[in-house]
Structures are given as C-alpha cells and as structure tokens.
C-alpha cells in the first residue's frame, strides 16, 4: 500500500495509530509500534510530568521515528506534561477529556501536530477551524471513556463534516476493521485494546488474560450517571458501581469509587476491584504477539480484504456498463 494522506502528516508508513492509553501506553509499547511503522502514543493519564518524562526519554533512546503523547485535558498536570512535549519536540501530541484550543500557539510554533479525539460532530467542526491537523472520531465500542455514538455511525459523519483527515477509534482490532474504516472515509485507526495484549505492554498478566478470556458481552459502560463513563470488563466493581447507580448514590461517591481502580489492574493485578479498562474488541484478542506483528497483521489483512473487493468491484463495473 502506498503512504496515504495520513501517513505523509505523520511521517509514518502505515496508517495505524496505538491509542494513547492512561497507565498502559509506555514508551516501551509506543517505541515497539513507531518502529513497526505506525505510531506508537504514550499515554499521560493523571501522572505527573516527570513519570511521563521518564517515558519519553525511553522512547527517546529506543528510535528516532515519530511518535506521540496523549494529555488528558482534565488531568492536574496538563498544563505540566504541555510543557514537557514542547520542550521535548515531541513531534505528535493527541488530547482527551477537552478543547486543545488555547495552546494551539503554543504547539504550532514548535511544529506539533494536534490530532484530538472526538465523539461528536459538533466538537470535530469546531476542533477543525481552530487549526488541528486530524480529529480521532472515537465510538462507544472503544475502552475507556466512551461517547455515546457507535464507530460506524460516528466515522463517515466525521469525515463528512471536515477536510482534516479521520482516524477511526472504537471497536477496531483487526485488518476488517481498517478495511472497514477506510471504507467509512476514515484515513487510519487508533487501536487501544488489541495493544493491551502485546508482548511490549507492561501492565500486570492478569489484566490480559482477562482481555484474553473476555467474550462477546463482557464489557459494560460504568458511571454514567456521572457524566464520565467508562467501559470496563464486568466484575466485582462493575456490579458494584451498577448497585450504587441504582440506589441513587451520589455522583461524587462514585467517582471517588473509581480514583485508583485502572492503576491497581495495572500495577497490582486486581481484577476483581480494579477497573480493567478495555472495549467490545476484547473478545476479538486472543493472543499475545509483539506490537511490530500486530501493525504488520492488521495491515496485511486489510490489504488482501482491499484486493478481493478490487476484482469485485472490477467485475461490478464491467456487468454495470
Ligand atoms: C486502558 C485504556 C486507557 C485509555 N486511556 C486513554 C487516555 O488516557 N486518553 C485517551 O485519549 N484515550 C484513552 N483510551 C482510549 C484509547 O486511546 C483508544 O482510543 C481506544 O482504546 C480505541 O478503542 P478500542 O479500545 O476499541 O481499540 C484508553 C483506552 C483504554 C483501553
């Protein structure tokens, strides 16, 4: 496959981003999927600058090809970890949880480009005229903080709506789901759980062998009577958070519930208590297998499912002369 509209932005050979994931996305993981030739993204979550600093470097030292940070606008330190990638010259910076708007400036001046995740139309047209370079339209499949819109509803929306290119997030584990994306008029994906169960993430093996083990129907949006949900692998805090809702506990109880949970699945291993952050693609993961071979998968699957429709659309047009 040639290098699209999105691959010549980045710089990358192909158009396969590792989402930017609080806590899982080190510089080890994000360093494995740049050198495969998609773009590794550490994730800043809540942590401190000098946790992220430390990831950087990491990656830093292990190749000179681009790669990104993600800033959750919401964190304490966004302000901090800013100033760390515009110090740093990070060359690609995505952000969650918020507007990137006023410090457009500040990164363009250095030449970082600004890709933010959306999960609205609304807020894709109005992140497009303050001067982002491509928009994440993330779907309600995906891990993590979710929208309420599914990614195949949401993608061709999006790419309707701007000239930036679109990555397409949410649900998207394989080669058919970039087919699928590209389809939909997206430019490339960002895939969050299929990297969970690469060989270079860090977190505890619980945590993936629970994606590993985890089907169809496992997963539930939590909290979202707090205006934050979350899709997480049911278990004991799921049912937990659901009981909490449902009697009418306060929103700032159940926040509060979930401070901590996605680091103790992390560090410590706990599934039972620990929000095990991961989407629908879940039951799509079966294996363990180095970043680099899941890039190169993905890719290859997608090209051959790209060729069978060529000849089918070959045969189309000539019966349709
Ligand atoms: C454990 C986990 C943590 C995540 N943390 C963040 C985050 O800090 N910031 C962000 O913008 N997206 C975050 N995401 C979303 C991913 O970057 C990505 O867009 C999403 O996982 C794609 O959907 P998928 O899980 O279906 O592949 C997270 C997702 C997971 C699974």
Redesign the pocket.
């Known amino acids: 496959m040639q290098k699209n509209e999105l691959c010549r932005l980045l710089n990358i050979e192909f158009p396969i981003l590792q989402?930017?994931?609080?806590?899982?996305?080190t510089g080890e993981l994000a360093a494995a999927v740049s050198l495969a030739g998609g773009l590794g993204?550490i994730?800043?979550?809540q942590s401190p600058a000098d946790l992220i600093e430390r990831e950087i470097n990491k990656i830093q030292n292990l190749t000179d090809k681009p790669f990104g940070v993600?800033i959750?606008l919401l964190s304490p330190y966004a302000e901090d970890i800013i100033e760390l990638v515009l110090d740093k010259e990070v060359p690609i910076v995505?952000?969650?949880?918020g507007n990137p708007g006023k410090y457009m400036d500040n990164f363009k001046r250095k030449g970082i480009k600004v890709i933010p995740?959306v999960a609205s139309v609304a807020l894709a047209r109005r992140l497009e005229k303050q001067g982002v370079d491509a928009i994440?339209a993330?779907?309600m499949?995906?891990?993590?903080?979710v929208g309420d819109i599914t990614t195949m509803v949401l993608v061709p929306q999006v790419a309707q709506a701007v000239k930036v290119p679109v990555i397409a997030?949410?649900?998207?584990?394989d080669g058919r789901g970039l087919a699928a994306a590209l389809a939909l008029g997206a430019k490339g994906v960002?895939?969050?759980?299929?990297?969970?169960c690469a060989e270079e993430c860090t977190v505890h093996q619980n945590y993936k062998d629970m994606v590993l083990k985890a089907k169809d129907r496992d997963t539930v949006i939590t909290g979202r009577t707090t205006g934050h949900p979350v899709?997480i692998i049911k278990n004991k805090l799921s049912r937990l958070i659901d009981q909490m809702e449902a009697q009418g506990t306060t929103k700032e109880e159940i926040e509060n519930m979930g401070v901590g949970r996605?680091r103790a699945v992390?560090k410590e291993g706990d599934t039972a208590m620990g929000s095990v952050?991961?989407?629908?693609?879940s039951a799509m993961v079966e294996t363990i297998e180095p970043a680099g071979d899941i890039v190169r998968q993905v890719m290859a699957q997608a090209c051959e499912i790209m060729n069978n429709h060529w000849e089918l659309n070959q045969s189309c047009c000539r019966e349709n002369k």
């Open positions: 989402g930017g994931m609080a806590w899982v996305a993204i994730g800043a979550g993600n959750m995505t952000t969650g949880a995740v994440i993330e779907g499949e995906s891990g993590g903080h997030a949410g649900g998207i584990a960002q895939m969050g759980t299929r990297f969970i899709r996605l992390v952050m991961a989407g629908q693609s």
